[in-house]
């Protein structure tokens, strides 16, 4: 399942690289008979993993996963992504406007970013689930951080 799900995730961050409209490209080529993969990226520093569009992608892929493919999640057209700049928080759901903000301020990496997206999934299963404590880091939250940790390999102590 854990060689899939790295599959998955590797041919998913391919494709979004391969995608991008400017100013990038990427290019296979074979040595030594092995395929190898090059990517060459242009300034660099004007792309970015974090955006609402990227956060929806990511959103979509891991509603086909454990634990949220046991969950009635709402489609990603239905749930608002919003990039923040806010250094004092990682992300935030907000139940009101059916939306889940992430902040550039504290999340740099892909790791971080998917990170924090998982865990602001968590409290919109839970919203879902119609669990009065789904804002809370309690029992609920918990069991369900449990299996996305143990799904990508994440450290299940951070929060």
């Given amino acids: 399942m854990k060689d899939l799900i790295i599959l998955t995730i590797a041919g998913i961050l391919f494709w979004w690289v391969a995608t991008w409209s400017e100013p990038a490209h990427s290019e296979l080529i074979f040595a030594d008979n092995k395929a190898m993969v090059w990517i060459t990226v242009f300034s660099f520093l004007k792309l970015t993993t974090l955006t609402s569009q990227n956060l929806a992608h990511l959103y979509d892929m891991a509603c086909k996963l454990p634990p949220f493919n046991k969950i009635k999640m709402p489609k990603s057209n239905k749930v608002k992504f919003k990039v923040i700049?806010?250094?004092g928080i990682y992300g935030c759901f907000d139940e009101v406007e059916m939306q889940i903000e992430i902040s550039s301020g504290s999340c740099g990496h892909f790791t971080t970013i998917f990170?924090?997206?998982l865990h602001e999934?968590?409290?919109?299963a839970l919203y879902i689930k119609?669990?009065?404590?789904?804002h809370l880091h309690e029992e609920s939250f918990l069991k369900l951080k449990a299996?996305?940790?143990e799904v990508y390999s994440l450290d299940p102590k951070a929060i």
């Fill in 85 to 87: 700049s806010d250094p």
């Fill in 115 to 117: 990170q924090t997206l």
């Fill in 121 to 124: 999934m968590v409290h919109l």
């Fill in 130 to 134: 119609k669990d009065p404590k789904f």
């Fill in 147 to 149: 299996v996305y940790s």
